[in-house]
């Protein structure tokens, strides 16, 4: 049976009262994937066991359903992703491939930058951001610079740095116990100045502060009258990523209360790793 001219304009309005409640809602419309995000959260997972990890530890790692991520982990597996052995899940060649193609910070520095900027003007010196790219090794990807006419050295971005003589590798070596620093590190510690710390007992007595205060500091090591502050960024479950650092004339960096400054600093660091998120 027809439905009648009034019924038919009834349902006209109807539908465009709805039209008119969605286009007004001020709900944001959610286009993401959810399985996509379960699926990279899996991948991320994974990328912290070298070994391998069953199913069930996984998904307990990340709380998920076993079914959920075992049928998340066999579609990955079967596109090349993810690699199972002896029913352990690990990355996958396509993996391994990708990286190969990828800009390891493609994306990063225009998420933090705004935030180094803000934290460069707050101190009025020079800020950087250290990811770290091995066990014993980072590469400097972001700075800001404050507004005094006089900074710290510019242009960190792309250099390389000792790891016994920078507050960042210190952070990085402090993630490590004594024994793999040791074997990560040349037998012989250059020395760049006379506070350059060379001795390989000195240098794990250091890496045991930072572990215990939370922070690293560089007190003319590098260079002379360089002073330089380094916070640790952390994803959320507590994995190392790099580090932020604050670096300046001694005189001027250098306080009496540098807890209350790496305080301050590790303030924006959380707001880092927040960013990369």
């Known amino acids: 049976m027809a439905a009648g001219p009034s019924t038919a304009q009834d349902e006209t309005a109807s539908e465009k009262a709805v039209g008119e409640e969605e286009q007004a809602s001020p709900e944001p419309l959610d286009l993401t994937n959810k399985s996509v995000v379960k699926a990279t959260v899996l991948l991320g997972e994974l990328?912290?066991?070298?070994?391998?990890?069953?199913?069930?530890?996984?998904?307990?790692?990340?709380?998920?359903?076993?079914?959920?991520?075992?049928?998340?982990?066999?579609?990955?597996?079967?596109?090349?992703?993810?690699?199972?052995?002896?029913?352990?899940?690990?990355?996958?060649?396509?993996?391994?491939?990708?990286?190969?193609?990828?800009?390891?910070?493609?994306?990063?520095?225009?998420?933090?930058?705004?935030?180094?900027?803000?934290?460069?003007?707050?101190?009025?010196?020079?800020?950087?951001?250290?990811?770290?790219?091995?066990?014993?090794?980072?590469?400097?990807?972001?700075?800001?610079?404050?507004?005094?006419?006089?900074?710290?050295?510019?242009?960190?971005?792309?250099?390389?740095?000792?790891?016994?003589?920078?507050?960042?590798?210190?952070?990085?070596?402090?993630?490590?116990?004594?024994?793999?620093?040791?074997?990560?590190?040349?037998?012989?510690?250059?020395?760049?100045?006379?506070?350059?710390?060379?001795?390989?007992?000195?240098?794990?007595?250091?890496?045991?502060?930072?572990?215990e205060q939370g922070y690293a500091i560089l007190d003319d090591e590098l260079e002379e009258g360089l002073f330089v502050i380094a916070c640790p960024v952390r994803d959320s479950a507590g994995q190392l990523l790099g580090a932020l650092t604050v670096n300046g004339p001694t005189q001027r960096v250098k306080s009496d209360d540098l807890s209350a400054l790496a305080g301050q600093l590790q303030l924006t660091a959380d707001k880092v790793a927040e960013a990369l998120a």
């Open 47 to 211: 990328g912290r066991h070298r070994q391998g990890i069953t199913v069930t530890e996984i998904a307990q790692a990340v709380g998920m359903t076993r079914p959920t991520a075992f049928r998340l982990l066999l579609s990955l597996e079967q596109r090349g992703f993810v690699a199972r052995v002896d029913n352990r899940y690990m990355l996958g060649w396509q993996m391994a491939r990708l990286g190969r193609l990828a800009d390891p910070y493609a994306g990063v520095v225009s998420k933090i930058q705004p935030l180094l900027n803000e934290c460069a003007a707050k101190f009025n010196e020079t800020i950087t951001f250290v990811m770290v790219t091995g066990e014993a090794s980072y590469d400097v990807v972001a700075e800001a610079s404050g507004a005094r006419f006089l900074n710290a050295s510019a242009m960190w971005v792309g250099r390389t740095y000792p790891m016994h003589a920078s507050a960042a590798g210190k952070v990085v070596l402090a993630e490590l116990s004594d024994e793999q620093v040791v074997a990560a590190l040349p037998k012989r510690l250059e020395s760049f100045t006379p506070k350059t710390i060379t001795r390989r007992d000195a240098l794990l007595e250091e890496l045991r502060r930072v572990r």
